[in-house]
């Protein structure tokens, strides 16, 4: 048999120590406070959720609503047989307004081309003795006007175009030699050409 003998004095004893009243209640205060402000919490997030719940559902309603409207539009749309003859009429002249203006792009192209060819084969041919006052280019026919201090010069000066590759194979329709009131010996000579340059049309006076 095993006795415990305390040998401590009794104020070296083990005290138990109770807690006071105030600090009890100090406590249960605390306590309360942290319960309630979490339920607080709580409650608000609940209510944020709620809330947006309800207007995703609000606005789901809406749409349903429009989604619906649009189809009843829809299912009850009736196709206009004027309203479609007039986009119709509207797209042909619209393409044809379009073919047009590529014609109008491609005729300047031409006459551009066309004058430019005209005039470098003119200065390639020059021929001493005869110089140039006009060249036209209007459609088909090409006109060509100037002074020659010869008129065997002009016979000559036409074989060298008639090389070329603008005049190759043209005949020239009029070919007239004349005297002015100066006395100075003229010459006026027309030439229809190729249908490649049929919508060309420029003319220029010059002095060569």
Request: one cysteine or more; charged letters at 20%; a negative charge.
């Amino acid at each position: 048999m095993k006795t415990k003998v305390n040998l401590y004095a009794i104020e070296f004893h083990p005290k138990l120590r109770l807690l006071s009243l105030q600090i009890t209640l100090v406590v249960c205060a605390v306590m309360l406070l942290l319960c309630v402000a979490y339920w607080f919490y709580g409650f608000a997030q609940q209510q944020s959720l709620t809330t947006e719940l309800e207007f995703s559902q609000l606005q789901k309603s809406q749409h349903a609503g429009v989604v619906t409207a649009l189809q009843t539009e829809l299912a009850t749309l009736k196709k206009d047989p004027q309203l479609l003859l007039d986009v119709e009429q509207n797209l042909q002249i619209l393409a044809l307004k379009k073919r047009v203006l590529e014609e109008i792009q491609g005729q300047e192209e031409l006459k551009s081309s066309g004058f430019a060819q005209l005039m470098a084969e003119l200065a390639d041919k020059h021929q001493s003795g005869l110089w140039l006052t006009y060249i036209g280019l209007d459609g088909r026919q090409v006109r060509l006007e100037g002074t020659t201090l010869e008129s065997s010069l002009v016979p000559k000066w036409l074989n060298n175009l008639g090389a070329t590759a603008y005049f190759k194979g043209q005949e020239f329709a009029e070919t007239r030699l004349f005297r002015n009131t100066e006395q100075q010996l003229n010459f006026v000579i027309a030439s229809s050409v190729a249908d490649a340059k049929d919508n060309a049309s420029a003319g220029a006076n010059v002095n060569e």
